[in-house]
């Protein structure tokens, strides 16, 4: 939902773009465990790197 601005901003420029989230909570279960989400946070920033070592989305 946050990217909803930047994706019409980047659109209408003729920019790519991507965006990543880290999900700091787990669908369905009603008490959030506080430790979670320092963790959930460097987790996603660590498979964005992964990820981005095989795939380059904007390369040519």
Known sequence: ???AGVA?????????WFA??????V???QEV???SIPY???????FVCGALEF???FAE
């Open 8 to 16: 019409t901003a980047a659109h209408s420029h003729g920019v790519e």
């Open 20 to 25: 990543v989230h880290g999900v700091g909570d």
């Open 40 to 46: 959930a946070r460097p987790v996603a920033a660590r």
């Open 55 to 57: 795939c380059r989305p």
């Open 1 to 3: 939902m946050e990217a």
């Open 33 to 35: 465990d506080e430790n």
């Open 27 to 29: 669908a369905g279960i």
